[in-house]
């Protein structure tokens, strides 16, 4: 089935009334038809397909958790033959059901305003149809908009007298074959992106923000799935930086072994606590003499301490990186879109691969005098790694290009710490004494690195090249 536009109101209006009759989940009256028109009424509104509307309501019940038992299902008879209606529930709402994308993406629309269900319903149904193929009509708001303004009851009536007198429409026959041969064949009924953009909220804003949001989200999956999945062998470069070592990245493991008169007021004997005296006049008492003569006992703990090594990555993000918001060939999206999806990826995989480690991830964006040229790129930033902020891993501040070696050292004094600088062009050497500096240039269409120990920049092949490098030098 192709993309019919129905220019004839009369058709249109047949279109949308009938297919209210052919929902599954929930009887069809007055009460279950107000979503549905108010939900095509949306994706005409964006010109988007509109899939037939009994799906639509069907959906909007799946979505909304308000599903009827089949004894409450119309008796009105619709046309469709018994066999592509139990095909419809096999197969496009038995999908739906166990579909986990489309779970998640339930719970995140039921946390919204209930205002705003039915258009994110409307924008999901959008990209379910884009995800799969599945096509519709097109047809003006206008006629969903009239047909809003008239009452449920007569709506009702013109959708019966419709299917009574000529019967089920060629569109909305063929339109349920589409439905259940496309949902059928998909895997997944929504993407990482599209789910994401549901849960964040980000869904029903400003449409070039969301186009750059689902293009970082995009290029970090396809740049992490190029990653390996085990830690990668670190490159020749790396080196130990001696760091003073805190008492909090060292601690006892293993059990109690035995008893002995020496440990801390924490491995002290809870019999040991009867020789306290609760009376003043009794002082000093046994557990203080005890406690002077070395005489206390303690549970002992083996020897083994365990080693937390503590390490710190800067991403610095320079100015000048405004020059990158362009389109090169050989890439699929903005310059800047692949570094920052690159970042993403790389940032993912860290966490991964050393969740044993202390791991924090600082984001620096350079200021141009008193201007913050990147601060969308840092709301973008901000939306995509929430959970990482939240639980204190990554950071994004703004810094002057002076505060860059400064807080890198001050990081070194504690942990390893690697700064990586990106920029449109090298920058100058910065002094930099225990923190690794990396360059890393987007003045041409394919990135070139410069490690803190080379004179002269590597050239990349790819974003995905120099991901690996910057992966094998970070671990």
């Known amino acids: 089935m192709t993309t019919v536009q129905l220019r004839d109101s009369d058709a249109a209006r047949r279109y949308l009334t009938q297919g209210l009759w052919l929902q599954r989940l929930s009887p069809t009256n007055s009460d279950s038809i107000r979503a549905p028109l108010h939900c095509a009424l949306c994706l005409a509104a964006t010109d988007h397909n509109i899939p037939p509307t009994g799906f639509i309501a069907d959906v909007i019940r799946l979505v909304m958790n308000e599903r009827s038992s089949v004894g409450d299902r119309s008796p009105i008879v619709n046309d469709l033959p018994p066999e592509k209606v139990r095909a419809y529930e096999d197969y496009v709402l038995g999908k739906l059901y166990a579909d986990s994308t489309f779970e998640r993406a339930s719970v995140a629309i039921s946390r919204y305003p209930t205002d705003d269900r039915i258009k994110a319903i409307a924008w999901m149904i959008a990209r379910i149809c884009e995800r799969t193929g599945m096509t519709g009509v097109l047809l003006s708001p206008a006629i969903a908009r009239n047909l809003q303004g008239q009452s449920p009851e007569e709506l009702l009536k013109q959708g019966t007298e419709s299917l009574q007198t000529e019967g089920l429409m060629p569109l909305l026959n063929q339109g349920y074959d589409d439905l259940i041969t496309r949902i059928r064949t998909t895997g997944q009924v929504l993407s990482t992106e599209d789910v994401f953009e549901l849960e964040k909220g980000t869904a029903l804003i400003e449409f070039g923000q969301r186009l750059a949001l689902r293009q970082i989200l ?49 491995s002290l004997l809870h019999s040991q606590l009867a020789f306290m005296e609760k009376e003043e006049a009794q002082r000093p008492d046994l557990f203080e003499i005890k406690f002077v003569r070395s005489e206390l006992l303690y549970y002992s703990r083996d020897e083994n301490q365990f080693l937390r090594r503590r390490r710190t990555i800067q991403f610095v993000l320079f100015p000048d990186l405004t020059e990158c918001r362009i389109k090169d060939d050989v890439n699929p999206c903005q310059r800047l879109i692949m570094a920052l999806g690159m970042q993403v990826a790389l940032i993912r995989k860290l966490i991964e691969w050393l969740s044993h480690d202390a791991l924090t991830i600082e984001y620096l964006l350079v200021r141009d005098g008193a201007r913050s040229p990147l601060q969308q790129e840092s709301e973008l930033l901000a939306m995509i790694l929430e959970e990482q902020i939240q639980n204190g891993t990554v950071t994004i501040s703004e810094a002057t290009v002076s505060d860059i070696p400064r807080r890198a050292e001050e990081h070194a004094r504690r942990s390893t710490t690697h700064s990586l600088m990106f920029a449109w062009k090298r920058t ?7 923190a690794m500096p990396i360059q890393v240039s987007l003045r041409q269409p394919l990135p070139s690195i410069t490690f803190h120990n080379d004179k002269t920049p590597n050239e990349c092949t790819s974003f995905e090249n120099l991901a690996e490098l910057l992966a094998a030098e970070l671990v």
């Open 428 to 434: 100058e050497p910065q002094d930099f004494q225990q």
């Open 218 to 266: 995009r290029t970090a999956e396809a740049i992490g799935a190029t990653l390996p999945r085990r830690v990668p062998r670190a490159s020749s470069r790396a080196r130990n930086v001696p760091t003073h070592i805190l008492e909090e990245d060292m601690y006892p493991v293993g059990g109690f072994t035995s008893i002995s008169t020496r440990g801390s007021i924490e």
